[in-house]
């Protein structure tokens, strides 16, 4: 494909996700989803979720279709559970670990695309630190083809943000009465921003952000949400609080906080922790690094569900192969 294929679409353009009937094709962005199309992914999600020590989900809807994981960034939960989604719904899967240079990589993403098209790939599972990647790819792929985004850049991470909502729906019911702060590196986090878009779909009654202010995002971003600089001031009163890492492979680090000091302001510690409601949830999309924005005791203390974020993952990955795929099913 041809350089100004590239420079057609600009980094942070969304292109179209939906087939002309309506239905989903490709999932790139939560931006532009509506509550309804939300629920009913979270809906299929819940009937795919198994208790750990139960049998998994075994389902043949996806028989005959091929799936291709590309990640250009590491990744354990995101892959390994997109793969186990796939199978699970009775599709092959193939991983593929990718090399890119920066400048060209564009071309080359798509030189493999069209490499694996031409092998009947049908669904391809992307991600990628290069914002764009994702939506240039969808605008290039055949009419039967989907682009699925497993996280681009500091932009999205849908699928993140689906299995999200979907453990908060689980431990407290309707996101609607909530309030939800995420704390940590919101500027670089694609994990904020599509819990962002799921949770302003969803309606939630309060959401608050908070971090030093190197680690806030752009005031023209996260409208809406409350912003908070000290851990102690954004924790009162929430039902539910969603740590971040600190995303140093996206800056260079000199204006931040490091490891201990990092803790001794933003770490979430029991005792931070009982300033929040007394019923709430501590989330975290991990990898973590304890001690610097959890504490164990809080990690793996009773009030965390970071374990049921994992189990989700698959469940929710489900729901979103067979919305984009479950029509091209042998
Ligand atoms: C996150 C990611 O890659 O965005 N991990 C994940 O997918 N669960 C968060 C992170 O890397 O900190």
Request: glycine share 8%; charged share 25%.
């Amino acid at each position: 494909m041809q350089a100004d294929g590239w420079q057609a679409m600009k980094p942070g353009a969304v292109i179209e996700q939906r087939r002309p009937d309506g239905s989903l094709r490709h999932l790139i962005t939560l931006e532009d989803l509506a509550r309804s199309e939300i629920e009913t992914l979270l809906e299929r999600a819940q009937y795919y979720v198994r208790e750990v020590g139960q049998r998994p989900p075994a389902s043949e809807r996806l028989r005959g279709v091929t799936i291709a994981n590309l990640f250009t960034e590491p990744s354990t939960r995101t892959r390994v559970s997109f793969e186990l989604a796939g199978r699970r719904l009775g599709a092959q899967v193939v991983n593929l670990e990718v090399q890119l240079s920066s400048r060209a990589k564009g071309e080359t993403m798509l030189d493999t695309i069209f490499t694996l098209q031409a092998l009947h790939f049908d669904v391809f599972v992307i991600r990628d630190a290069e914002p764009g990647v994702l939506s240039h790819v969808a605008a290039h792929v055949a009419p039967h083809v989907s682009v699925l985004s497993a996280g681009e850049a500091h932009l999205s991470h849908p699928t993140q943000g689906l299995l999200d909502a979907l453990t908060i729906r689980q431990h407290k019911g309707a996101i609607s009465g909530l309030s939800i702060a995420i704390v940590g590196d919101i500027r670089h986090s694609r994990v904020a921003r599509s819990a962002y878009h799921v949770f302003r779909a969803l309606e939630a009654r309060e959401l608050r952000i908070v971090a030093p202010a190197a680690l806030m995002p752009e005031a023209r971003e996260f409208a809406g949400c409350r912003r908070f600089e000290r851990l102690e001031d954004g924790l009162v009163g929430v039902d539910v609080v969603m740590m971040l890492r600190v995303q140093k492979e996206r800056f260079a680090q000199s204006e931040v906080p490091d490891g201990d000091e990092y803790f001794a302001r933003y770490g979430l510690t029991a005792a931070r922790l009982a300033r929040a409601a007394a019923d709430a949830i501590v989330m975290h999309p991990q990898p973590m690094n304890r001690g610097v924005e959890i504490a164990s005791e809080v990690a793996d203390g009773p009030q965390s569900v970071i374990r049921a974020q994992v189990s989700n993952g698959v469940a929710v990955r489900m729901a979103v192969l067979e919305a984009v795929a479950g029509g091209m099913a042998a």
